[in-house]
């Protein structure tokens, strides 16, 4: 399973069992049952940057071990299994936020980003609003559907440059939108391909900067 950001808030696009487990996954993270918080997500890597369908606060399930002061073993579990530290809740807290908010200091080190990307922090948002132009431009009307959250861009300042792409699925495209930093500093480029997977010849790559998005190539897939 590669790096994916599901960005699902609405539960009615899920089925029964996809639903379940995130609500189940999201009631151990709540009551703070690490035990069986990292027994969904060993076998279900690709939730753990998930928060519970229809809730408001954004929580992932690092953001709840920050909060309920977790054991370091279990952030650094969390992190290892692709646990996004640059994440923010719904109010802008990163888990390393909550836990210095909390006074929580025991797992401080492991929830602290380690940035192997360097970009401004103003030009990285510039960039996120291009690339939900591009998205919106692609499928708005799926989007809203769905209510999906549109992928942030600061967890990428984590990831190595040679780091696979993120996937970001669109329920009812059948593709979406397959995405990395192609180059850090002012001058970053976030590269975007897109693509409908029934739809021979519907794929398009964007690269986005701070000056806008390009597209750069099309009709391919």
């Not at 993270?29 to 069986?36: C, E, I, P, R, V």
Request: net charge neutral.
């Amino acid at each position: 399973m590669g790096i994916i950001w599901e960005g699902i808030t609405d539960g009615s696009v899920l089925n029964e069992n996809a639903r379940s487990l995130r609500h189940r996954l999201a009631d151990a993270t709540k009551s703070y049952d690490w035990a069986a918080v990292l027994t969904v997500l060993r076998d279900h890597r690709d939730l753990v940057n998930t928060t519970r369908p229809g809730g408001a606060s954004f929580f992932a399930p690092l953001h709840q071990a920050a909060h309920g002061d977790a054991p370091a073993s279990v952030c650094e579990e969390l992190v290892q299994l692709g646990a996004w530290r640059m994440l923010e809740t719904a109010r802008g807290e990163r888990p390393i936020d909550i836990a210095e908010r909390c006074g929580h200091r025991r797992a401080r080190d492991i929830l602290r980003p380690t940035l192997a990307r360097r970009v401004p922090a103003g030009i990285l948002l510039v960039i996120q609003s291009h690339f939900h132009d591009v998205i919106r431009g692609r499928a708005e009307r799926l989007v809203g559907q769905a209510g999906l959250r549109l992928p942030p861009l600061a967890p990428l300042l984590e990831m190595p440059q040679e780091t696979e792409p993120v996937w970001f699925a669109i329920p009812g495209m059948y593709g979406g939108f397959s995405y990395h930093l192609r180059r850090d500093g002012v001058d970053a480029t976030l590269v975007a391909e897109s693509w409908c997977r029934v739809v021979g010849g519907s794929g398009q790559r964007h690269e986005i900067t701070s000056a806008g998005a390009r597209l750069v190539d099309e009709g391919f897939v």
